[in-house]
């Protein structure tokens, strides 16, 4: 019986003892409400130091915002860096410095900040608060938008020969991308209860304008040593699928490219067939600049056949199936000019 009473006891003390140390606790660790719901948000994290309760009290606060804008943060993610190595080029080449305003990592959110800390003796564990000012968050971020509105603004304000260029297509790219962070930015000024700007256009536009002035842009073909334009024909088809013309005059944009056909004698001995390997060298060339932009190559490939021209023909088919489909073989892996070329449009982006 006295054993009884003795655990009866000793388990009132540490329910007293925790009661001691929750009354001398903030108001705040039991009840939000203490905080001004309308100018702030406030979110407690816990943890078994000081400096786990404060990172789990951020992590939380921005929890907040994941939970509406999930999808957008991802790509906001990704978009940051790209548009962060777009903005060094760009602020190289133009001298713009702060090129574009974004924000470094979601989890750190603008405004965000850790009022206050309480440590519970009894059990052993910190209390954060983490504290987001809602109207001078959202007055950031509005800041932030008006900025790379300005920047849009000088990519998109060009002149029609700039506009209908590569370069072109570059600038309303990352105008694309700048106005999708602005879109992300426009919502997480509405869950602060505020009024983003009314400038911002929505991001399909630019993306979508780059495709148009694509198809604006002309690229001419030309083949030396080709047989009955079967090269040049595969190589324009794959050019077209990007969007682009094809021209035959008055283009700012050639593909150039050079076929070596070779005759081979004593390739296999004791083979009764005739053997060739081909060769073809071609370039993107920006004729403005005399730039080359991309690089194809095939190298040394060998056909044969029975007689001199069946090898020769063969060689232009297996190029054309190169040029058309690719290669993969263990040492050799040659990608389709088509996914040659639009590998480099996208980095474009990447630079």
Not at 53 to 68: H, K
Not at 156 to 176: D, H, M, P, Q, Y
Not at 218 to 226: A, F, R, S
């Amino acid at each position: 019986m006295n054993k009884l009473f003795l655990l009866v006891l000793i388990c009132l003390f540490f329910v007293l003892s925790t009661l001691t140390a929750q009354t001398g606790a903030p108001a705040w660790v039991n009840d939000l409400g203490s905080y001004d719901n309308t100018g702030f948000l406030a979110i407690t994290g816990i943890g078994s130091d000081r400096v786990s309760a404060e990172r789990n009290a951020l992590a939380a606060l921005a929890g907040f915002f994941e939970q509406s804008i999930e999808t957008e943060l991802v790509r906001l993610s990704e978009t940051q860096r790209i548009i962060r190595n777009d903005a060094a080029e760009w602020t190289e080449r133009t001298n713009t410095h702060g090129f574009i305003r974004t924000s470094t990592n979601i989890d750190t959110l603008i405004g965000a900040e850790i009022r206050e800390v309480w440590y519970d003796s009894a059990n052993n564990d910190y209390y954060a608060l983490a504290v987001m000012d809602k109207r001078r968050s959202a007055q950031s971020y509005r800041e932030i938008i008006l900025e790379n509105i300005q920047i849009i603004n000088i990519l998109t304000n060009i002149s029609a020969s700039e506009k209908n260029s590569l370069e072109g297509v570059i600038r309303f790219r990352i105008a694309g991308r700048t106005a999708q962070i602005n879109s992300i930015y426009a919502r997480i000024i509405r869950l602060l209860d505020g009024v983003p700007p009314d400038l911002i256009r929505n991001a399909a536009y630019y993306t979508n304008e780059a495709l148009e002035i694509i198809k604006t842009i002309p690229i001419g073909i030309e083949v030396t040593n080709d047989r009955q334009g079967r090269i040049n024909g595969v190589f324009s088809r794959a050019v077209s699928a990007q969007g682009f013309i094809i021209r035959r005059s008055n283009y700012r944009y050639v593909l150039r490219a050079n076929i070596t056909l070779v005759t081979v004698t004593n390739e296999y001995p004791g083979n009764p067939n005739e053997w060739v390997r081909m060769s073809i060298e071609a370039n993107l060339i920006d004729t403005v600049s005399n730039t080359v932009l991309v690089s194809y190559n095939i190298s040394e490939r060998r056909s044969g056949h029975r007689t001199l021209a069946g090898a020769e023909n063969a060689a232009y088919t297996n190029a054309e199936r190169i040029i058309n489909n690719g290669l993969q073989e263990r040492n050799i892996q040659i990608p389709a000019f088509s996914e040659h070329l639009n590998n480099y449009l996208s980095s474009l982006l990447e630079r």
